[in-house]
């Protein structure tokens, strides 16, 4: 069965510095994957997909994520980071299951930017 | 374009009780997702909708469904209320193909 794991529950990381977020995954054939971000009450919004092609993914608010295939991992990273990027990020992956179009998400974690 | 619109926004019930939420995808789509999202479980899969279908549901007690319309609005239900179905509902919508999806801001439930 299609997984996928956020290993860590908090990242902090200070204004300017390079942030990364982790996701391993576990699919049996080739992965869809996908990270999301969520702002407190609100609904998660779509900030990159991975489908096939560049393992080097650009996706919005200048985020991007390296697919590593041999790694089985799929990082969420961003240069410099900004405190208005606090908020709880998802790790998803598409289930591949025969006529299965559900998706499974990673437990999220929390990024806190500090000024 | 207008996207995934969930009503209501928030909602009280008590225990025993029924609630019914609506969510309208963007024009266009067809696939219709429902999420159930708690702080110790984190997002769980309850059901897709496609094209008036259910195609998948997750491992949710028959106490929780759903339905889709000819005009791609859906609904799902939630009958006999526990205080464990405290959450946020989340409804996303997308093509029905391997894309991302668009979710609505959610609909919160507190049972009392």
């Known amino acids: 069965a299609q997984s996928v794991a956020q290993p860590e529950d908090q990242v902090n990381v200070a204004e300017g510095n390079p942030l990364t977020v982790k996701c391993t995954y576990s699919?049996?054939?080739?992965?869809?994957l996908f990270w999301y971000v969520q702002y407190p009450n609100r609904g998660l919004q779509f900030l990159l997909k991975y489908i096939t092609g560049d393992n080097l993914v650009k996706g919005s608010y200048g985020f991007e994520a390296e697919f590593n295939k041999s790694q089985t991992s799929f990082h969420l990273k961003k240069p410099s980071a900004l405190v208005s990027d606090s908020a709880l990020y998802f790790c998803?992956?598409?289930?591949?299951?025969?006529?299965?179009?559900?998706?499974?998400f990673g437990t999220g974690t929390r990024l806190k930017v500090l000024a | 374009k207008a996207g995934v619109t969930q009503t209501p926004r928030y909602l009280i019930k008590t225990r025993g009780q029924q609630v019914t939420l609506s969510c309208s995808p963007i024009?266009?789509?067809?696939?219709v997702s429902w999420y159930q999202q708690t702080p110790g479980q984190g997002l769980q899969f309850l059901f897709e909708y496609f094209s008036e279908t259910q195609r998948n549901k997750g491992n949710f007690p028959g106490r929780f469904s759903g339905r889709q319309f000819s005009n791609s609005r859906s609904e799902m239900n939630v009958s006999t209320l526990e205080l464990g179905d405290s959450a946020l509902y989340l409804c996303?919508?997308?093509?029905?193909?391997?894309?991302?999806?668009?979710f609505g801001e959610g609909s919160r439930l507190t049972v009392l």
């Open positions: 699919v049996s054939g080739n992965p869809y």
């Open positions: 998803a992956v598409r289930d591949e299951g025969r006529g299965t179009y559900k998706y499974i």
């Open positions: 024009s266009g789509h067809r696939s």
């Open positions: 996303a919508s997308g093509p029905g193909t391997a894309g991302e999806l668009f």
